[in-house]
């Protein structure tokens, strides 16, 4: 109850938590963290798109984190098993949802990586695509302008 009451008012999160939108990915567990100990973007790739001229939403949560929150350790989290990399990495057809079909095109440093190399097995290109996304991710967030700041100055 204690706990509660005092995030009623205020939070003051150590981190920064991007995920995938995989209901089995529970962030809060993942990590051991009580409540409020991370700010958390769930996606659908755990995808960051890099910084553009009309922000969306996972642009103005990072700016939000980082400005507002003073959030200094940020993690982008992949996963094995991900449905979104899945996707990419076996050319399965998207076209009835062209928007997760758009959303997914933010991935395609990770795609372009991970076709260039031979894989033994489906599975393991997944896993490729997995560990290449979060790299990409990584190079992703480092374009936005809060998060190069804090970068610079080492904050």
């Not at 809060?146 to 610079?152: C, K, M, N």
């Amino acid at each position: 109850k204690e706990l509660f009451r005092s995030l009623a008012s205020s939070q003051n999160p150590k981190a920064l938590f991007i995920s995938c939108s995989d209901s089995r990915l529970v962030p809060e567990l993942v990590t051991q963290q009580e409540p409020g100990q991370l700010f958390v973007i769930r996606n659908a790739g755990n995808i960051v798109p890099s910084f553009g001229p009309e922000p969306g939403g996972v642009s103005a949560t990072i700016e939000y984190a980082v400005v507002a929150l003073g959030v200094t350790d940020i993690v982008i989290c992949g996963h094995s098993n991900c449905g979104a990399m899945k996707a990419i990495a076996t050319c399965q057809c998207r076209e009835p949802m062209p928007a997760v079909s758009h959303w997914l095109r933010y991935a395609d440093a990770a795609k372009a990586v991970v076709e260039k190399k031979t894989w033994a097995s489906e599975t393991d290109k997944v896993n490729g695509m997995v560990q290449e996304n979060v790299i990409a991710q990584l190079n992703n967030i480092k374009t936005h302008p809060s998060v190069a700041v804090g970068l610079r100055d080492h904050t």
